[in-house]
Every structure is written in C-alpha cells, then in structure tokens.
Nanobody, 121 residues
Framework: QVQLVESGGGLVQAGGSLRLSCAASESISSFNTVGWYRQAPGNQRELVAAITGGGSTNYADSVKGRFTISRDNAKNTVYLQMNTLQPEDTAVYYC???????????????WGQGTQVTVSS
C-alpha cells in the first residue's frame, strides 16, 4: 500500500510563505501524476497543483504565480512552495498520487492524511 506523508503546514500571516512536502513510500516515478489538493470547511476538495512524470505542471487559477510544485525523484518527495499566502488559502492540503493502468485505463488514487495551512489576516 502506497503511503504519502505530508509535512510543512502551519500558521502564517497573510503575505507569508510555506513549503509543503509529501514523502512517498515508493518511487514517485511510478506515478503518472502527483499533486496537491486542498479542502476548506464547507467546500469540496479542489486541485491546487499537479506535476506529471514528464514535468508538466497544472495549477488552479487562484494560485498561479504564487505557488510552485516540484518533485525530487531521488527523494521520492513532492513539494509545494506557497508564496504570498492569503486567508482564502486556508485549508487542509492533501498530497495525491495517480497511477493509470494503460491497458484498462483504470485509475488508482492515493492520498496523504493532510496538513493544515492557516493564513491569518
């Protein structure tokens, strides 16, 4: 069973920065996509940023220009650098890894336990 462990969350003032880390129990190169989602109270979980094995990235419009996703395959770790944080970024942030079986197109999703990010105004 794949395990994803997030770290780096916390409390920060508006305009500040945090870097989240997601350590995987196995090689992240085996996944098609790894990324970060977030869920604020009363809201659905939403994609924040994702990166493919080839290095292509995808960001939510609300974080473009402020957040940067990266991966270190040697460390089996995915990072989310968050700059210019705003109160609306407050949420639980979850690491996600996706693997798609080519023949069946069946997708497997793995999730971390989440890390709380709170941005005060």
């Amino acid at each position: 069973q794949v395990q994803l462990v997030e770290s780096g969350g916390g409390l920060v003032q508006a305009g500040g920065s945090l870097r989240l880390s997601c350590a995987a129990s196995e090689s992240i190169s085996s996944f098609n996509t790894v990324g970060w989602y977030r869920q604020a109270p009363g809201n659905q979980r939403e994609l924040v940023a994702a990166i493919t094995g080839g290095g292509s990235t995808n960001y939510a419009d609300s974080v473009k220009g402020r957040f940067t996703i990266s991966r270190d395959n040697a460390k089996n770790t995915v990072y989310l650098q968050m700059n210019t944080l705003q109160p609306e970024d407050t949420a639980v942030y979850y690491c996600n890894a996706k693997f798609t079986v080519v023949v069946t197109q069946r997708e497997y999703n793995y999730w971390g336990q989440g890390t709380q990010v709170t941005v005060s105004s």
